[in-house]
């Protein structure tokens, strides 16, 4: 079966780290970029990270920029995104997704992807 899962939500507060990690099965993460979005209630989905397919480059919004880092494991066909410094309106369902051959992620949240995860949630509060 071809999927991602999403593990490593959890309730933290304001200021706290999480690290969640997206686990392929059925397919390689070679050659794939991994991209993490979230969408809280109400609200439409948000691209967080992105990185390449080589992992040679990664994008992050302002909002996340320098909180937040995007890794890939192609070894153990495993992507992370740590979490640092976390804010109540980090909180949302966050999904991993990879699309084949992308070696730029400029406009990542256009892209047409292959796959994606179920989600795990975060939600940061005191």
């Known amino acids: 079966q071809l999927q991602l899962v999403e593990s490593g939500g959890d309730v933290v507060q304001p200021g706290g780290s999480l690290r969640l990690s997206c686990a392929a099965s059925?397919?390689?993460?070679?050659?794939?970029?991994i991209a993490w979005f979230r969408q809280a209630p109400g609200k439409e989905r948000e691209g967080v990270s992105c990185?390449?397919?080589?992992?040679?480059?990664?994008v992050y919004p302002d909002s996340v920029k320098g909180r937040f880092s995007v890794s890939k494991d192609d070894a153990k066909n495993m992507a992370y995104l740590q979490m640092d410094r976390l804010k109540p309106e980090d909180t949302g369902v966050y999904y991993c997704?990879?699309?084949?051959?992308?070696?730029?992620?400029?406009?990542?949240?256009?892209?047409?992807?292959?796959?994606w995860g179920q989600g795990t949630q975060v939600t940061v509060s005191s």
């Open positions: 990185i390449s397919s080589r992992g040679l480059s990664s």
């Open positions: 059925g397919f390689t993460l070679e050659n794939h970029a």
């Open positions: 997704a990879a699309v084949y051959g992308v070696r730029y992620c400029l406009d990542f949240d256009t892209f047409d992807y292959n796959y």
